[in-house]
């Protein structure tokens, strides 16, 4: 079966700075989608970033970048520039691209970010 | 975007009462619906695996006579929770997809109070 950890269960960035979650993941497939979930206080789930495992590169979306290390089994996400905003719960999730579960996600326990003015 | 609308958003009731949340998909198509609970401060849990014209799929430890969960039409997934007990409430969300590699999207979700 296939997991999430988030090690880190709060982080805090002073606004404007650069800040990193970490995640990491086990599974024995080779080809799988991970992503990232931003949830404020609102509860709404919010797509942050999408990464293929079969795709090498790193996926960015504006201040959102990922370092996904497919033989560590990590994807961390960096988000820069920091803004008040981004205060939220952080989600890890794994997703089978092929196979059985349908395609559910595997979520990690969360990150919650606070944001410093 | 794709939007999926969750109703209702807040739920407040007597324990013994069945609740029904719905989930649609308004723009798109959705071949499968997700139920997911999540606790305050914890993660998304999966409760069951909808896909239209079939039964649900319900993971392990789920009570599928307490969480009926019909899937009749590619737009509407239903959640009904049966007989609620205080135990019962939770903040309920479904997500919906259309299967490849799309990610699938969320409703705003519902929060359940049995009093």
């Known amino acids: 079966a296939q997991t999430v950890t988030q090690s880190q269960p709060e982080m805090s960035v002073q606004e404007a700075e650069t800040v990193t979650l970490s995640c990491t993941y086990d599974?024995?497939?080779?080809?799988?989608?991970l992503f990232w979930y931003k949830q404020p206080p609102s509860r709404q789930m919010i797509l942050v970033i999408r990464?293929?495992?079969?795709?090498?590169q790193n996926a960015t979306e504006n201040r959102f970048s990922v370092n996904f290390q497919k033989a560590a089994k990590s994807f961390s996400l960096k988000i820069s520039d920091s803004q008040l905003g981004d205060a939220a719960m952080y989600f890890c999730?794994?997703?089978?691209?092929?196979?059985?579960?349908?395609?559910?996600?595997?979520f990690g326990k969360g990150t919650k970010l606070s944001v410093k003015p | 975007g794709a939007v999926v609308s969750q109703h209702p958003s807040r739920v407040i009731c007597k324990s013994g009462t069945s609740v029904k949340i719905e989930c649609r998909s308004l723009?798109?198509?959705?071949?499968?619906m997700f139920w997911y609970r999540q606790f305050p401060k914890q993660s998304l849990m999966l409760m069951a695996t909808?896909?239209?014209?079939?039964?649900?799929?319900?993971e392990q430890g789920v009570e599928k006579d307490k969480f009926l969960i019909n899937h009749a039409s590619l737009t509407l997934s239903t959640l009904t929770v049966t007989s609620a007990h205080p135990e019962d409430s939770s903040f309920y969300i479904c997500?919906?997809?259309?299967?490849?590699?799309?990610?699938?999207?969320f409703g705003d979700g519902t929060r359940l109070s049995i009093l």
């Open positions: 990464q293929e495992a079969y795709k090498q």
């Open positions: 997500s919906a997809g259309t299967g490849g590699g799309q990610p699938q999207h």
């Open positions: 599974t024995s497939e080779s080809d799988y989608y």
């Open positions: 999730a794994y997703r089978r691209r092929y196979g059985g579960s349908q395609g559910n996600l595997i």
């Open positions: 909808s896909n239209e014209g079939s039964k649900a799929t319900y």
């Open positions: 723009d798109f198509q959705a071949t499968t």
